[in-house]
């Protein structure tokens, strides 16, 4: 191939390209898009520390690409022990090494910041789902927990200002190391982190004594639960949070429990309305599916919309009453998103 083929295809490259040989100094022959990055004309540097900078991973990578070069270990034996992996100004670039006849490496660098960060959304997508789907599936015991935390900081609020320390500092160690347990069930790793802390110094307090620093160990406790629990009402809402130390009755036992109440006693209004209290829902709660539908009707139809917000709604009635309305509104919004609005 001729050196001005080399030259195009280099100019053209969407990739970092460049070449170095047994001095370790980067040549002539670099992709314009080696620039970009790294931030810099490369060409004439030293390859180590362009890539590694100066600290002992460069000083591995030289040892490496000598051996190569002496002939004293096979390249790709060599390749697949340096970085795979580096930190550019910001971006992530993954570099492929390839042995060349002429006695010179070349090094691909691709940008693959986009990449990680997508699969670091994923994971933490992942990570939530799985976080979720515990608390709904173990909801008693996730509402004990809940509840075993509020528990929990009214005691450390005791233990914040107190000086000296009361005697019961064991007790709420122990506490602390149930909370913590429970908290590293539903992986909440960040709580379970910060209980640790607090835990080491609760126990460092009530060997050796010393500064009393329960208040901030405490605030830094409380920022990361809250901070995880918000993760589950985010998805599941706040109402779920609430009701998850409700015992659930079907529908139609409730009814029959309404009835039996209201036929044995039919002059006590007050407890009828109080049953009945608990069957009603928030109006705004029929509405609850209308925008995720909007867009799906909006997605299939191919036509873009400005997100439906409910708003409003938050007066209780019986939901059953205003089932039929909603339905009525399922067609007029399917012809509004296809058709506009007319009279």
């Known amino acids: 191939m001729s050196a001005a083929l080399h030259q195009a295809l280099f100019k053209l490259s969407v990739q970092g390209i460049f070449l170095f040989g047994e001095d370790l100094v980067i040549?002539?022959?670099?992709?314009?898009?080696?620039?970009?990055?790294?931030?810099?004309d490369i060409r004439g540097k030293d390859v180590a520390t362009v890539l590694?900078?100066?600290?002992?991973?460069?000083?591995?990578?030289?040892?490496?690409?000598?051996?190569?070069?002496?002939?004293?270990?096979?390249?790709?034996?060599?390749?697949?022990?340096?970085?795979?992996?580096?930190?550019?100004?910001?971006?992530?670039?993954?570099?492929?090494?390839?042995?060349?006849?002429?006695?010179?490496?070349?090094?691909?660098?691709?940008?693959?910041?986009?990449?990680?960060?997508?699969?670091?959304?994923?994971?933490?997508?992942?990570?939530?789902?799985?976080?979720?789907?515990?608390?709904?599936?173990?909801?008693?015991?996730?509402?004990?927990?809940?509840?075993?935390?509020?528990?929990?900081?009214?005691?450390?609020?005791?233990?914040?200002?107190?000086?000296?320390?009361p005697v019961t500092l064991e007790d709420l160690g122990r506490e602390l190391h149930t909370f913590k347990g429970n908290a590293g069930f539903f992986d909440f790793t960040d709580t379970v982190a910060a209980a640790h802390l607090l835990e080491t110094h609760l126990e460092e307090l009530r060997i050796l004594g010393g500064e009393n620093r329960i208040k901030s160990g405490s605030l830094d406790l409380k920022r990361a639960y809250f901070a995880e629990l918000?993760?589950?009402?985010?998805?599941?809402?706040?109402?779920?949070?609430?009701?998850a130390d409700c015992v659930s009755v079907p529908k139609r036992d409730y009814r029959l429990i309404e009835n039996w109440v209201r036929t044995r006693h039919p002059d006590d209004a007050k407890l009828s309305a109080t049953l009945s209290r608990y069957r009603r829902e928030p109006f705004r709660e029929l509405f609850v599916r209308f925008p995720e539908m909007a867009l799906s009707l909006a997605s299939r139809l191919g036509k873009r919309i400005h997100p439906l917000m409910i708003e409003g709604g938050d007066f209780l009635v019986m939901p059953e009453r205003y089932r039929a309305l909603t339905s009525v509104l399922v067609p007029l919004m399917r012809n509004a998103l296809d058709h506009g609005l007319e009279p």
């Open 27 to 40: 040549n002539d022959l670099v992709s314009d898009e080696c620039v970009r990055l790294f931030g810099s």
């Open 230 to 243: 918000r993760k589950i009402t985010d998805i599941l809402g706040e109402r779920w949070l609430a009701e």
């Open 52 to 165: 590694l900078g100066d600290g002992l991973a460069a000083e591995d990578f030289r040892q490496g690409v000598a051996l190569v070069f002496a002939g004293q270990a096979q390249a790709d034996v060599v390749f697949d022990l340096l970085e795979k992996e580096i930190e550019q100004d910001g971006r992530r670039l993954r570099l492929d090494y390839a042995w060349l006849d002429d006695a010179r490496i070349l090094v691909t660098a691709t940008d693959i910041t986009r990449e990680r960060r997508f699969q670091e959304i994923s994971r933490k997508d992942l990570e939530r789902r799985f976080v979720v789907l515990k608390a709904v599936t173990h909801r008693g015991y996730f509402s004990a927990f809940s509840q075993e935390a509020v528990r929990l900081f009214v005691s450390l609020s005791r233990h914040e200002e107190a000086n000296p320390l």
